[in-house]
C-alpha cells in the first residue's frame, strides 16, 4: 500500500538541475550536460520532472528551462525510458500552459517509449495522467481511450498497487465529472477515499476529498461539500503542504461565491491571495485577483473591480492564457461602462472578444460582444449596438444557451429603444423577461421589465407603466440577499435607484392623496436602505421560533443564490430541475421574509425586507412635528410634507441644477470661517451678509412651497443627495431663521428617525463620558471639557492622551452620553475616509463601525465632524452613520469648521438644558436661538446640528447625579 519512493538525490545531482536551471540559453543547458558525464542518466531526467512539479506554478520561464534541459539529457542518453520521461514532462508543461492539442499529442508520445522500453507501470501512469489532461480539454474520446490502455498496462505489470488503482479511480472521477455524471463520479472518488483510509494515506485522502467536494458541490450538497474541503484544508496545514491548503481555502472561497456570499469570498480571496504570494505561486495569485475583480463588479465596487483586473491582466498576458485575460479585459470594461467611459469600454470589449475568439471560445466572444453592444449604446451608437447584440443573441438561441440569449435580447430591447423603433424594443424585452421567468432568475428579469416600463411610459400608459415598475421592484428587493459588509450595500444601488427614481415619478404624476402616500414609500424604499439594516439594539432576542425562521431564510438564500449562479455562470448542476428550483426558491423566499417582516420586522429589514408600510411610519409621528422628506427624480427636486394624519406631495418644488448653484454659493461662503480671526474683523460682517442672503435664496426654494403645511413647533428634515449636510435650521425668510419658528432635528430617512426614537432606553446607570484631545492648534478643547463637565459632574472626563482608543471603546459600556472635543478628518469624495483625532491615535470610520454599543447621545464637537459624502442609494457616509450604526439614538455634530471659544460656550449652554429636563432637540434649538440673537453670524451659531431622535433626555437618575454634584461644589 505504500506509494513508491521518491528517488534519493545524489548531491551532484541535486547541484546539477540547480545549475542546469539557472541557464539562459539552451547552448548553455547543453554544455552543462556535456560536462555532467555519466551524471546525464535516466534518474537526472526523473528529478527534473519532479524538480518541475514544484517551480511550475512559481515561475515559468524556470519551468520552460527544466523542460528543455530533460529533452537534451533524453537526447544525449537515447534510451527509450529517458526519451519517454522527457515526452512526459513536455506534456505535462503544455497541459500546464494551456496547450492542450500539444499536451495529449506529447503523453500519447511518452507511453508509447514507455511500452517499448518494458515498462508498463510507467505506461500506466502516463494513461493514468492523460486520462486527466484530455478530460480537462473536453476530448472524452481521448479519456476514455487512455482509461482502456491505463487499466491494460497495470494488468500486464501483474497488477497495480493499491494506491495507483485509487490514483486511477480519482481520474475515473475526474472524467465522469467533466461530463456531468455526478453520480459515477461520486462513486468512484469514495472508492478511492476507501483505499486510501484503508492504507492510512492521509495526504491523498485529502486530495480526493477536495475532488469530491466539487462533485458534491455540483449536486447542491454545499454545506457537505464545504465539510470536505475544510477537512482537506487541515490535512493540508497540519502535513505543511501549504499550496495544497492554499488550493483549498480559494475552493471554500468558491463556495462563497456560488452561495452569494460575495463579501465573505472577497475576504477569504484576499486571505489566499496573499498565501500565493508568499508561495511565489504568480498563477494562483493572478487567479484570486481575477474572482475578486468578478465578485467587486458585481457588488458594484466599479473602481476596486478594475484595480483588480488590471493586476491580474499581466500574468495571464504573459502566459499566454487568452481567455482568463479576457475576463479580466471584460471586468475592465464593465467598470468603465459603469463608471461612463463608453468609448474605452467598447475598446476593452472588443479585445476581449478578439482573445476568446483566439482561444477558440466562440460564445465568450459572443457576450464580450453584448458587452460592447451596452457600450456603444452609451456613446449613441445605436444601430451599431442593435447589430452586434443581434449576432449574439441568434449564436446563443442556436447553442441552448437560454440566460445568455436572455441578456443579449435586453441590450437588443435597450438599443431599439435608443433607435426609436419601440415594437422592436418591445417584442426583444418580452422574450427576454420569458426567458428570465421560465428560468426563475430576478437578475434577468430587471433589465427588459425596466425597458417594458419605459415603453408604457412614451406612450403614456402610466398605469401600465406601474406595473413594469413594481415587477422591477421587486426584483431589486430579491437582489438583495448576500450583500453584507458596509461597503457593498453602498454599491448596491448604484445601477438599480433609476426604478425607484420612475416610481416616484410616476406616483407623483397620478396627483391623489393616495399616490403620493405610494411616492413616499417609494422614496422610503429607495432611501438609507444600507444604515436601516445595519442600526444596532433595535430588536429584542428572538424566540425559538424566531430563530428557526431565521435559520430557513438564511439557508434558503444561500441556495437561492446558488440556483441563480448555476444558471448565470453556466455551471453544472442537477440538470433539468434548475430553472423550477429557482422559481420555487424565489416565492418561499418571499413567502418566508413576509412571514418574518410581521414577526420580527426589524430583522425583515436586516435580510433586505423593505422599511415599515408608510402608514405605520406617520402613526409614530406626534400631532406636533412635521417632516419635510426630499427626493431627486428626474432633473427636479420633490417634497414630501408628513404629519400623524397624512402627506402633501409638493413635485418639482425646484430644478436640480438650480438648487446645486445656490448651494455651491452658499458652501463657498461657509469655508470663509477656517481663515481666521483677522479674516472675520475686516470682512465678517459683509460674509454675514452674503451668507444669509444665500440661506434666504434657499429657504425660498426649499422651504417656501411647504409654507402652508407647516405645523407644530418640532421640524424634522429628511435631505437627499446634495441637500445632506445644508443647514435647514440657519435658512431664513424675512431676517428670521427656521430656527427660530421650530426645533429642528435630521434623519437620513423616515424609517430611520422612527427607528432610532423607538430603540430601547438604557438605565442610566454609567455616567456620562467625556473625551478632550486638545493641541497646540485647538487648546480650547480643555476649556470646553471643564465646562462640559462643570453641568455633568458626574461624569467620567477623560483628557490628552487618556482620551484616546481605548476611551472611545469604553463607550460601549453605553454611557448616557458620550462627549468628544477633537479635531476630526473629512475626505470630500470619500466619507469612509472620515476619522477623529483622540489622544493617541487617529480613529477610523471602520473602527467605529466596529464598536459593540455606545452612548444613547453622542456629540462630536470638532470641525466637520457632520460632514459625508452621498453613495448610491442616498446613503450619507461619515461620522454620524458611524455613531448611529455602533448604537447611538442621537448624534450632535459640527458641518464646518467651528470657533473654538463659541463651540465651548455652546456646549456649556447645550447641556446645561438637559441638566434641566430639555429633551435633546429643544435644548440644542435653545442654544442656538440664544447665540443667534448675541452674534447674527450663521457661521458662529448654526454649525451644530442633531440626527437621530431629537427627544433623548437625561433620565431622572442621571440629572440627580448632576444636581446633588453641582450642590456639593
Not at 134 to 150: D, H, I, K, N
Not at 159 to 188: C, I, Q, T, Y
Not at 339 to 348: F, S
Not at 872 to 896: I, K, N, P
Request: with cysteine.
Amino acid at each position: 500500500m505504500t506509494p513508491p519512493a521518491r528517488r534519493p538525490e545524489r548531491p551532484d545531482r541535486a547541484r546539477l538541475v540547480r545549475a542546469l536551471e539557472r541557464c539562459a540559453t539552451r547552448d548553455a543547458r547543453r554544455a552543462v550536460l556535456v560536462r555532467a558525464g555519466e551524471a546525464c542518466d535516466e534518474a537526472l531526467v526523473e528529478t527534473l520532472a519532479e524538480r518541475f512539479g514544484e517551480v511550475s506554478r512559481r515561475d515559468l520561464a524556470r519551468a520552460s528551462r527544466l523542460v528543455d534541459a530533460a529533452r537534451l539529457a533524453a537526447a544525449r542518453i537515447g534510451s527509450s525510458g529517458a526519451r519517454a520521461h522527457a515526452a512526459r514532462l513536455a506534456g505535462l508543461a503544455a497541459h500546464h500552459e494551456g496547450r492542450s492539442a500539444e499536451a495529449i499529442r506529447r503523453l500519447e508520445t511518452a507511453a508509447k517509449l514507455f511500452r517499448a522500453a518494458g515498462e508498463p507501470l510507467s505506461e500506466g501512469d502516463v494513461q493514468r495522467a492523460l486520462v486527466h489532461v484530455a478530460t480537462l480539454a473536453g476530448r472524452p474520446e481521448v479519456a476514455r481511450r487512455a482509461l482502456r490502455r491505463a487499466r491494460a498496462a497495470y494488468r500486464r505489470a501483474g497488477g497495480a498497487d493499491p494506491w495507483r488503482r485509487a490514483g486511477l479511480l480519482v481520474n475515473v472521477g475526474n472524467f465522469h465529472h467533466a461530463r456531468d455524471e455526478h453520480r459515477a463520479a461520486l462513486a468512484a472518488y469514495d472508492e478511492a477515499l476507501k483505499i486510501y483510509r484503508r492504507g492510512g494515506h492521509a495526504d491523498r485522502e485529502a486530495r480526493t476529498l477536495y475532488n469530491r467536494a466539487n462533485i458534491l458541490a455540483a449536486l447542491d450538497r454545499i454545506d457537505e461539500a464545504r465539510a470536505d474541503l475544510e477537512t482537506s484544508g487541515r490535512t493540508f496545514r497540519r502535513r505543511r503542504e501549504r499550496a495544497l491548503a492554499v488550493q483549498a481555502d480559494y475552493a471554500l472561497a468558491g463556495l462563497d461565491l456560488l452561495e452569494g456570499r460575495l463579501d465573505d469570498a472577497l475576504e477569504r480571496l484576499e486571505a489566499v491571495r496573499g498565501r500565493h504570494a508568499e508561495l511565489g505561486d504568480a498563477w494562483g495569485v493572478a487567479h484570486a485577483d481575477l474572482d475578486a475583480a468578478e465578485a467587486l463588479l458585481r457588488l458594484n465596487r466599479l473602481g476596486e473591480a478594475d484595480e483588480r483586473a488590471r493586476r491580474a491582466e499581466p500574468f495571464f498576458r504573459r502566459a499566454g492564457h487568452h481567455v482568463e485575460r479576457a475576463a479580466c479585459l471584460a471586468v475592465r470594461a464593465a467598470a468603465a461602462l459603469g463608471r461612463g467611459e463608453a468609448a474605452a469600454a467598447a475598446r476593452l470589449y472588443r479585445r476581449a472578444a478578439e482573445l476568446d475568439r483566439r482561444a477558440g471560445n466562440p460564445v465568450a466572444a459572443a457576450l464580450m460582444e453584448v458587452g460592447r453592444a451596452g457600450a456603444e449604446r452609451a456613446r449613441g451608437r445605436a444601430a451599431e449596438a442593435l447589430a452586434s447584440a443581434r449576432r449574439a443573441a441568434t449564436l446563443f438561441a442556436r447553442r441552448g444557451l437560454r440566460s445568455r440569449t436572455a441578456r443579449a435580447l435586453t441590450v437588443v430591447a435597450e438599443a431599439a429603444l435608443d433607435a426609436d423603433r419601440p415594437e422592436t424594443a418591445r417584442r426583444a424585452a418580452r422574450r427576454a423577461r420569458e426567458i428570465a421567468r421560465r428560468l426563475g432568475s430576478v437578475r434577468l428579469e430587471f433589465p427588459p421589465t425596466l425597458v417594458l416600463a419605459e415603453l408604457e411610459r412614451r406612450a403614456g400608459r402610466r398605469r401600465a407603466e406601474l406595473r413594469w415598475l413594481e415587477r422591477a421592484e421587486q426584483a431589486v428587493e430579491s437582489m438583495r440577499a448576500g450583500v453584507t459588509s458596509e461597503e457593498s450595500r453602498l454599491a448596491f444601488l448604484l445601477d438599480k435607484s433609476v426604478v425607484y427614481e420612475r416610481l416616484i415619478l410616476n406616483r407623483l404624476d397620478e396627483g391623489t392623496a393616495e399616490s403620493a402616500r405610494e411616492a413616499l414609500a417609494f422614496s422610503e424604499r429607495g432611501k438609507a436602505r444600507a444604515l436601516l439594516e445595519r442600526l444596532r439594539g433595535l430588536p429584542a432576542p428572538p424566540s425559538r421560533a424566531d430563530r428557526t425562521l431565521l435559520a430557513r431564510l438564511e439557508q434558503l438564500e444561500r441556495r437561492l443564490s446558488v440556483a441563480e449562479e448555476r444558471l448565470e455562470g453556466g455551471a453544472s448542476g442537477p440538470a433539468g430541475v434548475r430553472a423550477a428550483t429557482l422559481g420555487r426558491l424565489s416565492d418561499e423566499r418571499a413567502h418566508l421574509l413576509g412571514r418574518l417582516a410581521r414577526r420580527r420586522p426589524l430583522d425583515a429589514l436586516a435580510r433586505g425586507g423593505p422599511p415599515p408600510p408608510v402608514d405605520r411610519l406617520l402613526a409614530a409621528l406626534r400631532p406636533d412635528e412635521t417632516v419635510l422628506e426630499y427626493t431627486a427624480a428626474g432633473d427636479k427636486l420633490h417634497l414630501f410634507v408628513a404629519r400623524h394624519d397624512g402627506v402633501v406631495a409638493l413635485p418639482g418644488i425646484a430644478p436640480l441644477s438650480e438648487v446645486e448653484s445656490a448651494l455651491a454659493r452658499l458652501r463657498f461662503l461657509l469655508g470663509k470661517e477656517v481663515l481666521g480671526e483677522e479674516h472675520q474683523r475686516r470682512y465678517g460682517e459683509f460674509v454675514a451678509r452674503a451668507c444669509r442672503a444665500r440661506l434666504a435664496e434657499l429657504h425660498a426654494l426649499l422651504v417656501g412651497p411647504a409654507e402652508e403645511h407647516l405645523a407644530g413647533d418640532h421640524l424634522r428634515i429628511v435631505p437627499h443627495g446634495v441637500l445632506h449636510g445644508l443647514p435647514f435650521h440657519a435658512l431664513e425668510a424675512d431676517g428670521r431663521p427656521l430656527i427660530d419658528r421650530f426645533a429642528i432635528s435630521y434623519a437620513p430617512s423616515l424609517a430611520s428617525a422612527v427607528l432610532l426614537e423607538r430603540s430601547a432606553r438604557r438605565a442610566g446607570a454609567a455616567a456620562p463620558l467625556i473625551l478632550g484631545a486638545a493641541d497646540a492648534a485647538a487648546p480650547e478643547i480643555d476649556a470646553e471639557v471643564a465646562a462640559v463637565a462643570e453641568v455633568l459632574p458626574g461624569a467620567e472626563v477623560l483628557r490628552g492622551r487618556d482620551a484616546g482608543r481605548r476611551a472611545l471603546y469604553a463607550s460601549e459600556a453605553s454611557p448616557p452620553v458620550l462627549h468628544v472635543a477633537c479635531h476630526a478628518f473629512f475626505a470630500e469624495r470619500d466619507g469612509a475616509c472620515a476619522a477623529l483625532r483622540l489622544g493617541d491615535a487617529w480613529v477610523s470610520l471602520a473602527e467605529i463601525y466596529g464598536l459593540n454599543g455606545t452612548a444613547d447621545l453622542v456629540v462630536l464637537s470638532g470641525c466637520q465632524t457632520g460632514r459625508g459624502a452621498v453613495h448610491s442609494g442616498d446613503e450619507w457616509v461619515g461620522l454620524v452613520r458611524g455613531f448611529l450604526q455602533a448604537g447611538a439614538r442621537t448624534v450632535v455634530a459640527a458641518l464646518w469648521e467651528i470657533h473654538d471659544r463659541t463651540a465651548a460656550s455652546m456646549m456649556a449652554d447645550f447641556y446645561a438644558g438637559l441638566a434641566r429636563g430639555l429633551a435633546a432637540g429643544p435644548a440644542l434649538a435653545e442654544t442656538q436661538r440664544a447665540f443667534c440673537r448675541t452674534t447674527g453670524h450663521p457661521l458662529r451659531w448654526a454649525p451644530f446640528f442633531l440626527v437621530g431622535d431629537p427627544r433623548f433626555a437625561l433620565t431622572e437618575g442621571t440629572r440627580r447625579r448632576a444636581e446633588s454634584g453641582r450642590t456639593a461644589r
